[in-house]
């Protein structure tokens, strides 16, 4: 009671694309008086019956929604039981000194004595704990329930952090190794049975090192795989979850800046073909993700330019400089919004598109230079274009201050036919992700074609 609830479970709803619904309302509307009214007039334990017929009925309907319920509502064995089988719970933190300065004389029926108050903050504070995840504001809402754990020093913590009790098997970047498969190890304590290395980066993404996991791991359905590393071990990792013994719980400790905001998060999970990159995968989201932003210290700058191309397309979709916070705030806010995208769209059928925002001219150009061009140097190029075809030239001219991408040396037909190869498996003609304003991203833009060819040549030495 006062932590906030109605305020922040009504914001969470709508983040997340889905319905609010209050056990309160529910109990108000049935009973057709206020909860003060009823407690009044028939007594605390007349409304908790009400109050835990309603929440049961609001559950077993199933449907995605955000429900709000009282620390009260939890004393009832009914309704714990309930949560446990159908939701996923969210602790809403605070202290017994914030929450009864917001409610203190708000004549609520149990909020008229602050030592009362008080004392049953504390006696519930038990079955608060119980709860599946727990925050504090509206990102740390989004986070826990996409399994996101942003925690500095969390690498430490991974033991208690990666669900369930089962053995667990490591998957790890050799080189990451070297700086951190010890405190992985000691972490993961007697829960870890085996640890299997692969190659550093994206050498790690081939279906030879995909086989070689499958017949090395030994897990049963009760195990768990934890992949630590960059995007690439993450990609095999979760891609070897979703397939061995037809999948088994995964969980990732990402340790690159593009990792933890973008590839640790939304449950897509590729190895790359001769053919091309991530043509065979699945959808397999990680029981957790626990991003560890201290591990980001030894990354070489190189990587940091990957991922930072990557912060600041989320700061572009999201209208806000995500780019000029300090290195955890950013990650946590980044990670926030790409929850929330893969939340409301999981399998990419819709707005989870726009994550692609730069990505069309940003993949020509990396197909045309043969892959010698880093992935954030041609995204840095890829929002300029984004921008550009938007009609956005302030925001291009920003995002050249930020990123200061040189013009990629690449041959023009090359890149226009890799482009065009890769519009034309969707359609007609070129449709792009552009932004109409920070902030407010337009999915699958048809483009003229002559049009998308000019920026792109822009983009070329
Ligand atoms: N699944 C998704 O949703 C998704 C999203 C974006 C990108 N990706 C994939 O991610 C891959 C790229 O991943 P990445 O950019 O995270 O890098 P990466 O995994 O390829 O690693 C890059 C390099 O950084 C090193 N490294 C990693 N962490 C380090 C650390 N903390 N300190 C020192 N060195 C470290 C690695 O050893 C490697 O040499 C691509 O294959 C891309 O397709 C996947
Ligand atoms: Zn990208």
Redesign the pocket.
């Known amino acids: 009671m006062g932590a906030g609830k109605s305020t922040l479970g009504r914001a969470l709803a709508e983040r997340l694309g889905r319905p609010f619904v209050s056990v309160d309302d529910v109990v108000e509307e049935r009973a057709a008086a206020s909860v003060a009214d009823i407690f009044e007039r028939r007594g605390e334990s007349a409304f908790r019956e009400l109050e835990e017929e309603a929440a049961i009925d609001l559950l077993a309907r199933r449907r995605l929604s955000v429900v709000e319920i009282g620390g009260g509502g939890l004393t009832s064995a009914a309704t714990r039981a309930a949560l446990v089988e159908s939701a996923f719970t969210i602790h809403l933190e605070t202290t017994a000194a914030e929450a009864w300065g917001r409610v203190g004389e708000s004549g609520r029926p149990l909020a008229r004595d602050p030592d009362e108050f008080r004392l049953l903050f504390e006696e519930r504070r038990a079955l608060y704990e119980r709860s599946d995840g727990s925050a504090r504001d509206l990102d740390g809402a989004v986070l826990a329930a996409a399994g996101v754990h942003v925690c500095a020093g969390g690498l430490d913590h991974i033991g208690e952090l990666v669900p369930g009790s089962g053995p667990v098997e490591l998957v790890v ?4 190794d070297s ?2 498969g010890e405190r992985a190890r000691a972490a993961l304590g007697r829960r870890l049975t085996a640890a299997h290395l692969v190659p ?3 050498r ?2 081939t279906a030879g090192e995909a086989k070689r996991l499958w017949s090395a791991l030994r897990l049963g359905r009760d195990g768990t795989i934890v992949a630590l ?7 095999l990792a ?1 891609f070897s979850a979703a397939t061995y013994v037809r999948g088994v719980t995964w969980a990732t400790a ?7 905001v ?9 190895i ?1 073909l001769p053919e091309g ?2 043509l065979v ?1 699945a959808f397999h989201w990680p029981a957790r993700t626990i991003v560890d932003p201290d ?6 700058a190189s ?1 940091i330019e ?2 930072r191309a ?1 912060v600041v397309k989320t700061g572009l979709l999201a209208g806000e400089p995500l780019w000029e916070l300090e290195l955890p705030d950013q990650v946590r806010r980044c990670a926030a919004f790409k929850a929330a995208v893969c939340l409301r769209d999981p399998f990419d059928r819709g707005e989870r598109r726009q ?1 692609n925002l730069g990505h069309t001219f940003a993949h020509a150009l990396e197909a045309a230079s043969g892959y010698s061009l880093s ?2 140097h041609a995204v840095a190029l890829g929002l300029l274009g984004a921008l550009r075809v938007s009609g956005l030239e302030d925001e291009a001219r920003r995002v050249e201050e930020i990123l200061r991408p040189l013009p990629a040396t690449v041959d023009r037909d090359l890149a226009w036919e890799a482009l065009d190869r890769d519009k034309k498996a969707e359609g007609r003609r070129p449709r792009l992700v552009l932004l109409e304003a920070a902030g407010k991203p337009r999915l699958g833009v048809e483009v003229e074609p002559k049009l998308v060819r000019s920026v792109l040549e822009s983009l070329i030495a």
């Open positions: 970047d050799e080189h990451v700086f951190y550093a980066g994206e790690a993404k590393g960059g995007g690439s071990t993450i990609d979760g990402p340790t690159t800046l593009l990792a933890q973008d590839a640790g998060i939304g449950g897509k999970t590729a790359d990159k991530n995968g591990t980001l210290a030894t990354l070489p990587e990957n991922g990557e994550l992935h954030g």
